[in-house]
């Protein structure tokens, strides 16, 4: 059954970029939980979480030029604090997490063109930050890198070369380095986390802009793993899930030649690679889950199409998209039987909801825009349970964001009523360790608990 939902009224501001939080617009659009009006629109995507301790979530993003703020806004879209970037877009995503465990989340985020790196308290007071003198374009990454017991912040940036890391760990509370990668790049992806050695302690993996590669770094010391050649540039990571059965994660990875790669984390060997039919190149990246309750992994990518694929390389099926899904997939449970079903942000703008288990659409929601024109949805959607009602509710960002013509730069930030239940996906590729795995445990209390609290993770079924 295909549900449309339906866009509702326009309200178009275009306020200053320096305003105050209480200055935000918002207008309720039926169905709609909220609308904020925005100088610019968002790239990279969201985190949802209680930053107050009140029990209820707030919604944090990034914004772009023209607009250039950390926003934290309730459920209901009203601004709890604004801050201001510094003079530079918010490219790389929003990470909240409880750093020093202390019952009261950080808050994480990033300056591209300043290159400052901002560790704030849950009142978007500055803890530390650090100029890192690299582009700032993908989401750090949280763990326990060193085994000591204190939560690392994983940070990831354009280094060129040896010279240039590309790829750092800061201590999460005082910001001291811990280490640089040992081989330098331009790493414009999210750092994927997970164990790759049988170590105890979770490793690094990132793919380059570029340089055509995927490698896997030390968690311990930012020692170079492996590295894997690839067919083109990836500019967002892959997900991490066992596909071939020996118990480690592997990787799967879309690149700019259009093809999905699936890596054995382990060593870095190509499981299987596969040309993505009618598809140009892939952004975004992949998600994975099973999607169809047999136990297997199945992963998901999207450009212009929706493809799944089995663990073992076969194509499950393939979907024609309206509009180019920027920043990749997510998989909530959108009907309520249990399995993860896709849902894409697609320029137009529109958020479209495919069934896991054979692509039919079961939902469908087109935005307004000021003048009808066409609008950029280059946002990874989050998803939670906004108002409290057992249902999932998604955050997504639509609007115009460019360098050039700034001072034309729109945008709008809704919150919307989904359906269905689950754990959700409340932050950048699903978790603080960028699994961008369904079944991997979610928000920040992947973080809190000890590693041995993994046990319960088989990244392999379904449990």
Known sequence: MLATLAAGAVLVLHPDAGRAAGDLARVLQGDHLFDVELASCSYGGAAIEDLDGDGAPEVLLGTYFNDERVLALSADGTAIFALPSGGGPVDNSVTVADLDRDGSPEVMWGNSATTEFHVADSSGNDLWSTVVGEVLDAPEAVADVDGDGALDIVLASCGSDASRPGLRAFVGTTGELLWEAEVGGCYQSAPLLFDQDGDGLVDVVVSTWFDEKVRAFSGRDGRLRWETPIAGWTYHAGSFGDLSGDGVPDVAVGDYSATLWAIDGANGDVLWRKELPGVHYVFGPTAMGDLDGDGRLEIVVAAERLLVYEATGALRYAVDLPGFCTRGPVLVDLD?????????????????????????????????????????MNFHPAVADLDGDGLNDVVTVYGRGRSDEQSANWGRAVAVQLGGSGPGWPTYSHDHHHSGNYHYPVGSAVNDLPRSDFSSFVPLARR
């Open 336 to 376: 309520g039987d249990g399995l993860p079903d896709v849902l894409t942000a697609v320029d137009g703008p529109s958020l479209l909801g495919f069934r896991g288990v054979d692509g039919e659409k079961v939902v469908e929601h087109a935005f307004d825009t000021p003048t009808g024109e066409v609008a950029d």
